[in-house]
């Protein structure tokens, strides 16, 4: 490239520089006023979908799920409108002219609608989920092979926060299935083994006591129960026993959590062995044969579970 050549860019540069600049300057004022819109639109949403003392069908959680979708729903707008003010200042700087590049626009967009098919069914599954009430935010579900609390609901996707704190992003389009466990009475089911060894019915009288205790001192939480239902199959080496309860959404599992607790202390008080896996050595000979737990020694060795 010669001299001549760069002096002539280098006019023709500067004979756009009124309209680049222009074209920059409607731009970073859109972005800047799409950014405020966004700002302000938060603001508004959340002051008009406040949880309150809602009743019947509006309570704090789905006003909470209304309120990240209305946000949602503000992004796209607002994007939408950027992209096709964007596009305008483009076409008006290159003096192209709109309605064909729009008509262009119009064909490539029918081209990638074919591409872009899984969108539409997130969308479209993702209206169905809030229409249909399957779950709102803040409710525990499992879905696609992942549990966790309801964070957002958009209509594109559906974000959860499981125990661990790890943050799942799932399409709604994949979700075929769910498993909401935050709605009406749940199950605490607790099974326990006793030694066969021992009086079944004197074991149920002690598990049936330590379940009425619990039930008073939870009754907030226990909707029915707990009950001790009895003999429900026999292990290796124990006879198991079930004890169920109603409990109120996810406290289910605190249920289980103390119901197992006050089992095993009350067997220890009572005597009642639990069976586990332990060594038993038999040391001596015929006149002297003793069963030492745990403790090696000369003569046979029997490894087993009692």
């Known amino acids: 490239m010669n001299l001549e050549s760069l002096s002539v860019i280098t006019q023709k540069a500067f004979g756009y520089k009124e309209e680049l600049l222009k074209f920059a300057g409607t731009i970073i004022g859109i972005f800047v006023l799409a950014f405020i819109l966004i700002k302000a639109g938060d603001l508004i949403i959340n002051r008009i979908l406040k949880p309150r003392d809602q009743k019947f069908y509006f309570d704090e959680r789905r006003i909470l799920t209304l309120r990240t979708l209305a946000k949602s729903i503000l992004r796209y707008i607002v994007y939408f409108i950027i992209g ?16 064909g590049f729009l ?7 029918v081209a990638l609608g074919f591409g872009a ?3 539409v069914k997130d969308i479209i599954t993702g209206f169905f989920i809030l229409l249909e009430n399957q779950y709102v ?8 092979g992942f549990s966790g609390f309801v964070e957002e609901i958009e209509l594109r996707v559906t974000k959860l926060r499981d125990w661990g704190g790890e943050y799942h992003i799932i399409p709604n389009g994949q ?7 935050s709605r009406g009475s749940m199950r605490a089911l607790v099974e326990i083994g006793i030694a066969y060894e021992e009086d079944i019915d004197r074991a149920l009288e002690v598990m049936q006591r330590s379940a009425d205790d619990l039930a008073g001192e939870f009754g907030d939480i226990i909707v029915e129960g707990p009950e001790v239902l009895g ?5 290796p080496s124990e006879v198991v026993i079930r004890t169920v309860a109603k409990t109120k959404p996810m406290e289910q599992w605190r249920v289980e959590r103390e119901l197992r607790k006050r089992f095993k202390e009350a067997f ?12 038993v ?8 044969t003793r069963n030492i737990a745990g403790v090696p020694g000369s003569g046979a060795e029997y490894h087993g579970d009692r």
């Open 231 to 235: 003999v429900v199959a026999f292990g």
């Open 117 to 119: 098919q899984s969108l």
């Open 84 to 99: 096709f003010t964007a596009l305008g200042q483009i076409a008006e700087l290159t003096g192209t002219d709109l309605k």
């Open 175 to 181: 979700i075929t299935a769910v498993t909401n466990f």
């Open 281 to 288: 050595v038999i040391a001596g000979g015929a006149e002297d």
């Open 137 to 144: 935010v803040g409710e525990y579900i499992t879905t696609g």
């Open 268 to 279: 220890d008080r009572e005597g009642i062995e639990i069976p586990y896996p332990r060594h």
């Open 103 to 109: 008509a262009g626009a119009g064909i490539m967009g």
